[in-house]
Antibody
């Protein structure tokens, strides 16, 4: 059974950094395009960004709100997706999901909560 | 304000057919395919529909998707109490160097 498990969330001060990880299993990780989607408390889904498979270039695209502050990367040898978040803002507070596909696919993690507060 | 516009709420009685709309523009729905997700309370989203009207394996045929021009719809027939959830449409948007966009979500209540 396919599974995606996020980790790394927590409480961080504005301006701080955090790195989220997402370990996947049960599907062809190296061939998959992957994305991050977040959900602020009580709000809707918000696309953060995606990364192509390495065979398709391995490059990433980002939402305007996070471009220049967030970096998506992947380690196919460990079936792990990363989200490095710098210069965090209060408005980045959300539950962060990793998922297969560019917008969200068949596989989703359970989410990891990031709280940005002083 | 979301790029894709959904009604904030919808409702129906068990057995009824309900539809949820998703309105976009020529830079997103009018140009590419639409996805629909279901999010049960306290759970991660689940893919219901991709490529406008395709269901992943395991999704009942009570759920169907359609698209016309710059709008899309999700229809749920034979409504069941367990369908009470938030529903989101999504598409790729080709403005601003390309980005993923979601609708604001529709809360479906089964009366």
């Amino acid at each position: 059974e396919a599974q995606m498990v996020e980790s790394g969330g927590g409480l961080v001060k504005p301006g701080g950094s955090l790195r989220l990880s997402c370990e996947a299993s049960g599907f062809s990780f190296s061939n998959a395009w992957l994305s991050w989607v977040r959900q602020a408390p009580g709000k809707g889904l918000d696309w953060v960004g995606r990364i192509r498979s390495n065979s398709d270039g391995g490059t990433a695209d980002y939402a305007a709100a996070v471009k220049g502050r967030f970096t998506i990367s992947r380690d196919d040898s460990k079936n792990t997706l990363f989200l490095l978040m710098d210069s965090l803002k209060v408005e980045d507070t959300a539950l962060y999901y990793c998922t297969s596909g560019s917008l969200g696919g068949n596989y989703w993690g359970q989410g990891t909560l990031v709280t940005v507060s002083s | 304000q979301s790029v894709l516009t959904q009604p904030p709420s919808a409702s129906g009685t068990p057995g009824q057919r309900v539809t949820i709309s998703c309105s976009g523009s020529s830079s997103n729905i009018g140009r590419t395919t639409v996805y629909w997700f279901q999010q049960l309370p306290g759970k991660a989203p689940k893919l219901l529909i991709y490529s406008d009207n395709q269901r992943p394996s395991g999704i009942p045929d009570r759920f169907s998707g359609s698209k016309s021009g710059t709008s899309a719809s999700l229809a749920i027939s034979g409504l069941q109490s367990e369908d009470e959830a938030d529903y989101y449409c999504a598409a790729w948007d080709y403005s601003l160097n390309g980005r993923g966009v979601f609708g604001g979500g529709t809360k479906l209540t089964v009366l």
